[in-house]
């Protein structure tokens, strides 16, 4: 069940907590490819499998460290639903790190602890501390600190 957040008040409630765990979304060679496109980086351990399998020492093509941080968004909406959303911002990141390789075809989930909640720009500041694992692996993938505007009707 997600939280619903319809004022600053009840964002504040969940600071400190763990908000949600996303589902599992597979990370397959289609989306890899299509992030290549998007963002000019064809790199081969990235968009050439058969090159991968023999000269990368995993065997296959991994998803782009970028990739798994721009998953984070749509994750988040597993797990909070904004109430009276007109549009949200993000607005940054803090202490990005990529500890993990996302291998294709791997399923990767983001879990998410709020850190802090706040009025800004007339908007709700949401901080949360995001790590995105991999599935079957100990060490996760990203983990970041992101922030995001949530302009929500009355706040």
């Given at each position: 069940m997600p939280h619903m957040?319809?004022?600053?008040?009840?964002?504040?409630?969940?600071?400190?907590?763990?908000?949600?765990?996303?589902?599992?979304v597979l990370v397959d060679q289609a989306r890899i490819n299509l992030f290549a496109d998007a963002t000019d980086d064809h790199q081969w351990i990235h968009v050439d499998p058969d090159r991968a399998a023999r000269d990368f020492p995993i065997g296959s093509t991994i998803a782009h460290g970028y990739l798994t941080l721009a998953l984070i968004p749509a994750l988040i909406d597993n797990f909070v639903e904004f109430v009276g959303l007109e549009r949200i911002i993000n607005y940054g990141i803090n202490k990005a790190r990529f500890k993990a390789m996302?291998?294709?075809?791997?399923?990767?989930?983001?879990?998410?602890?709020?850190?802090?909640?706040?009025k800004r720009a007339g908007a709700l500041?949401?901080?949360?501390?995001?790590?995105?694992?991999?599935?079957?692996?100990?060490?996760?993938?990203?983990?970041?600190?992101?922030?995001?505007?949530?302009?929500?009707?009355?706040?």
């Amino acid at each position: 069940m997600p939280h619903m957040v319809r004022t600053i008040e009840d964002a504040r409630a969940l600071v400190g907590t763990e908000v949600g765990v996303s589902d599992w979304v597979l990370v397959d060679q289609a989306r890899i490819n299509l992030f290549a496109d998007a963002t000019d980086d064809h790199q081969w351990i990235h968009v050439d499998p058969d090159r991968a399998a023999r000269d990368f020492p995993i065997g296959s093509t991994i998803a782009h460290g970028y990739l798994t941080l721009a998953l984070i968004p749509a994750l988040i909406d597993n797990f909070v639903e904004f109430v009276g959303l007109e549009r949200i911002i993000n607005y940054g990141i803090n202490k990005a790190r990529f500890k993990a390789m996302v291998p294709v075809g791997s399923r990767v989930r983001l879990r998410a602890v709020l850190n802090s909640a706040r009025k800004r720009a007339g908007a709700l500041q949401l901080i949360l501390n995001c790590t995105v694992e991999v599935e079957g692996q100990a060490k996760p993938a990203c983990v970041v600190e992101t922030i995001g505007l949530y302009f929500l009707a009355g706040v």
